[in-house]
């Protein structure tokens, strides 16, 4: 059976500020990301329903983290903390999912796989 590599893009807007090596007050950031998904097509020719997903992140996933103080929610509110964040969220219902692209800027993003 062929597989299939799908993603999903969604946004949101959210502050963090940053002690230690970091050193940054709090500021704004409107964050893009990406969810892919990987496996075997299905019989009727797809991996997952795109309409699932994007619902689940609009409604489950954004509501969370959209206007939200990260600080408030991470003990290190990085981008790197976001996407494993958006990743563990997402495996319950979708354990197809491959890979979280989390970006800060259009120039620079981190991506978590999963594990360790």
């Not at 409604?59 to 964040?85: C, R, S, V, Y």
Request: net charge negative; charged share 20%.
């Amino acid at each position: 059976m062929k597989k299939i590599y799908l993603t999903q893009c969604s946004d949101f807007t959210a502050c963090h500020g940053h002690g230690g090596q970091l050193a940054e007050e709090s500021h704004s950031h409107h964050f893009s990301y990406q969810v892919t998904f990987f496996g075997p097509i299905n019989e009727e020719g797809f991996l997952i329903d795109f309409r699932a997903v994007q619902d689940f992140l609009k409604n489950k996933i954004n509501p969370f983290l959209d206007g939200a103080d990260l600080n408030q929610i991470f003990t290190h509110p990085t981008t790197e903390m976001i996407a494993i964040w958006i990743f563990e969220q997402i495996l319950p219902l979708f354990p197809q999912i491959y890979s979280v692209r989390v970006a800060e800027e259009a120039d620079r993003w981190v991506e978590y796989k999963g594990g360790n």
